[in-house]
């Protein structure tokens, strides 16, 4: 049977297809939809971990114990579970273990463009790259049977692009699988004290020593030759951009991307004119193909930055390119994300972003908030880092940072690595204030469960972590919770916290607009009177999208209205059809002129 | 068949997604092979969102290049501006004369595109401006809107209405079919 999947929905699916039953990660897009669409299957065992550390570690005790387990997470995941992975690579796994990373060329939902072939090398892990979606269900589950065969952690890279394209899938029957799991004691092979470690690493050489004789004769390492003037050498989508304006030239494409297949390579070097490597992000191949005395182009000119398409790799190639056409010189506003209307964080980052403190921020929705007009937020590294910062920089800062330093973090982002900042902001007694920003869910990557959800990935009810206990038992003795549709209660609250002297915690808390589970509040919409508006543009200051400016024209009757002396040249208008009737504009408007609309 | 490329763009919650699929599929149910490509996460949040889907005998690429384009759907009036680099010059656009207003035009620092119709008709020869939010609350769901542009869309496609039907039945709960198909329609009638 054929169906349209996407690369995250073929992933599990081979993974399905092949017999693993054992499932663990982090969301973090574009890797968020593997999890969701594994969990879905019959028979098998997914879970969300806090963090990728843990969902590695959680991976690396499955496979031990002989399952075949996945663990999936994005590229910056891996910096989070590198610890674990590279000494799991001198232990081998007795199941099997493979590691999805999904990378993100262009920076579509990212902090950095890292470039994760870099961690199969640097961990001496092998790691196939698909190419499209019926290569990444066939590619999954050569994973798992090279993680079998070489006794060894295996890595499997995707891309935004592939991830999130769909295409045709051939789906298959899965494989009935017996159940290998048993208890093996083996310290020797476990135990990673120097001793032993060092045998292992011995044993983690001769078996990159194996897998380079392997890649010579890997089936998904093929050539393709048509016309011998021009090679490309490529892997992952990249060779399909390259297919659609390059059908004419030779190509070898590599569905192994660490270790390389010398043999292979030069065999091909040795039939066509010229080589082009062609690869987003890092010269990755291409240093490795130059060391080999290979001759070939690539990065010189190949962009280092960005994700390509078929037109980038045409430009590169042929220098030319379409000339530029004529088409309409209308200036375009961008259109960049918002904060949703009626999102909990809009209240909580306008009070923030008046205050003129320094905002450490972290990563999640409330990362939008760093924009105009709340520039409410004003760093953001990575997750977890919001509160390790605030307190760095309140310590620095001494009495100059005193009740000016706050930090913000997600309920999802403290659970999956607040907690430990927060333990040492109470053990060096900060003087920072610690807001986590508690919608109950992880909105960002699309409503997924965490340990202060109640519910689990698949769909079972679980404890419910209260957070304010946990962070009372981490040492911090003044906790607060306010509700951020409520300005003044904001405020007093963080101006109170702000006064105090060491460490202190805001709990911001109120559901999602957009999770259904949690109903923030009955849904209706505000009205703005045109004739109590004096054009003030306080409401303007929310960002919020149903709230537009709309100018007056001074003949007309009703621009007469003065603010502060001035006569207004406009009025705010709401689109009724947005607004989900939070109603902290009503609470900004000096004149009552907005009010809840009657049906 | 050489490989054609169709480009739906808009603004995130409008549909755009759930439209490709159902154009996808029906590609497939005519025996096409055919590759989509989207890009979520942030762009749910209010930002710009698009969806090329490319069908032929055999599709490689999931992205259209520049100047590749033959129709290009825009679900939003100025998002049209944003994509017509991509739309070959004999291309096709349809465009949605709604207005949703990006954050600097609601704070009254730069104005909304005028013209813009008029505009992309100096330039392309086959241009299509639809109403889709009145024809949606004709159908009776504002939602509908990307069912009435789908259906704008299949007029230019050449395949079966009882097609698309089909595969427009297969893609929701039974309750809301019939407000799906009837904006289909109306798109279709234009
Ligand atoms: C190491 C790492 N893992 C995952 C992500 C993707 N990611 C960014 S923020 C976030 C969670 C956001 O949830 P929360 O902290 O609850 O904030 P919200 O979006 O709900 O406001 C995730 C999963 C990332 N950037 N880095």
Redesign the pocket.
């Known amino acids: 049977m054929k169906e349209l999947m996407s690369g995250n929905e073929a992933i599990a699916r081979g993974a399905f297809e092949c017999g693993a039953r054992f499932a663990t990660g ?4 574009p890797s ?1 939809e593997i999890m969701e669409a594994f969990a879905k299957y019959p028979g098998v065992y997914a879970e969300w971990s806090p ?2 550390k843990v969902a590695m570690e959680v991976g690396i005790g499955a496979a031990i114990a002989g399952a075949r387990a996945m663990v999936v ?2 590229h ?2 891996v ?2 579970a590198a610890d674990p992975l590279f000494t799991a690579s001198y232990t081998g796994t007795n199941g099997a273990l493979v590691v999805i990373t999904a990378d993100d060329p262009s920076l579509h ?3 950095n463009e890292q470039d994760n072939r870099h961690y199969a090398r640097f961990a001496k892990i092998p790691m196939l790259e698909p190419a499209d979606s019926e290569e990444a269900k066939a590619f999954i589950k050569r994973a798992f049977e090279l993680s079998e065969q070489f006794d060894t952690p295996v890595f499997l890279r995707s891309t935004t692009r592939l991830s999130h394209s769909k295409s045709v899938v051939n789906l298959e029957k899965p494989l009935k699988v017996d159940d290998r799991t048993d208890i093996r004691f083996n310290a020797e092979k476990f135990v990673m004290v120097p001793m032993n470690a060092r045998r292992r690493r011995v044993v983690v050489e001769k078996r990159m020593q194996d897998l380079r004789i392997f890649a010579e004769t890997f089936p998904e390492n093929r050539i393709e030759m048509n016309s011998p003037d021009v090679g490309i050498i490529t892997a992952g989508i990249s060779y399909h951009y390259a297919k659609d304006v390059f059908p004419e030239y030779s190509y070898l494409k590599l569905g192994m991307v660490h270790p390389l297949p010398i043999g292979l390579i030069r065999e091909f070097a040795a039939q066509v004119r010229k080589i082009y490597v062609i690869e987003e992000l890092d010269p990755f191949l291409e240093e490795q193909i130059r060391a080999m005395g290979i001759e070939v182009t690539g990065k010189e000119i190949f962009p280092y930055t960005d994700e390509f398409d078929p037109g980038v790799i045409e430009q590169a190639i042929t220098g030319g390119g379409k000339a530029q056409r004529s088409l309409p010189e209308i200036p375009i506003p961008p259109r960049p994300p918002n904060l949703c209307p009626g999102c909990p ?1 809009r209240g909580l980052f306008y009070v923030l972003g008046k205050l003129k403190v320094f905002v450490s921020g ?6 939008l908030s760093f924009m105009k007009p709340l520039e409410g937020l004003h760093s953001c590294i ?2 977890g880092a919001g509160i390790g910062m605030a307190h760095g920089m309140s310590k620095a800062l001494g009495e100059k940072g005193k009740g000016k330093v706050v930090g913000v ?6 659970l ?2 607040g907690i430990t900042p927060l333990l040492g902001m109470a053990y060096n007694h900060s003087d920072a204030v610690i807001v986590i ?1 508690d ?1 109950r ?5 699309g409503m ?1 469960e ?1 340990p202060g959800t109640g519910f689990t990935l698949q769909g079972n009810k679980t404890i419910m972590v209260d957070i304010a206990a946990l962070v009372k038992t981490l040492g911090i003795d003044s906790v607060r919770i306010v509700d951020p549709y409520d300005l003044k209660a904001v405020r007093t609250v963080l101006k109170e916290e702000l006064a105090r002297s060491g460490p202190s915690v805001v709990i911001s808390r109120r559901a ?1 607009v957009l999770f259904k589970r949690e109903k923030s509040f009955p849904r209706k919409s505000f009205r703005i009177d045109p004739e109590k508006c004096t054009g003030c543009r306080l409401c303007l200051g929310m960002g919020c999208p149903p709230i537009a400016w709309q100018k007056v024209s001074n003949d007309s009757g009703s621009a007469t209205k003065k603010t502060k002396g001035k006569e207004r040249d406009g009025v705010a208008v709401i689109d009724r059809n947005l607004c989900t009737g939070c109603g902290l504009c009503a609470q900004l408007c000096k004149s009552q002129a907005i009010t809840e609309e009657k049906e | 068949m050489e490989t054609k490329s169709i480009l739906l763009a808009g603004v995130g919650g409008q549909g755009i997604l759930r439209a490709s699929d159902i154009l996808c599929r029906v590609f497939m149910a005519v025996g096409l092979d055919v590759k989509k490509s989207e890009v979520h996460g942030m762009a749910q949040r209010g930002g710009c969102v698009t969806s090329h889907v490319r069908y032929g005998q055999a599709v490689h690429s999931p992205l259209a290049k520049k100047n590749d384009i033959d129709i290009l759907v825009s679900f939003e009036k100025m998002e049209t501006l944003r994509y017509l680099d991509y739309v070959k010059e004999s291309g096709t656009v349809i465009i949605n004369t709604e207005e949703i207003y990006p954050p600097a035009v609601n704070l009254g620092d730069v104005p909304y595109p005028k013209n813009v119709c008029e505009e992309v008709r100096r330039f392309f020869l086959s241009v299509k401006s639809v109403n889709a939010a009145a024809l949606a609350i004709r159908a009776g769901n504002i939602r509908t809107v990307n069912m009435v542009l789908l259906g704008a869309l299949s007029g230019c496609l050449h395949l079966s209405p009882e097609l698309w039907e089909k595969i427009i039945d297969d893609s929701f709960p039974f309750k809301l079919i019939a407000v799906n198909r009837k904006a289909f329609h109306l798109g279709r009638g234009l």
């Open positions: 982090y969301p973090g897009t968020t963090n990728e997470m994005k910056v995941g910096n989070v939902s990212s902090q964080h972290d990563i999640g929705c409330y990362t990575c997750m973090i997600g309920d999802s982002t403290f999956h690595s920003c919608n869910t992880t909105a960002m990557t997924q965490h999602c």
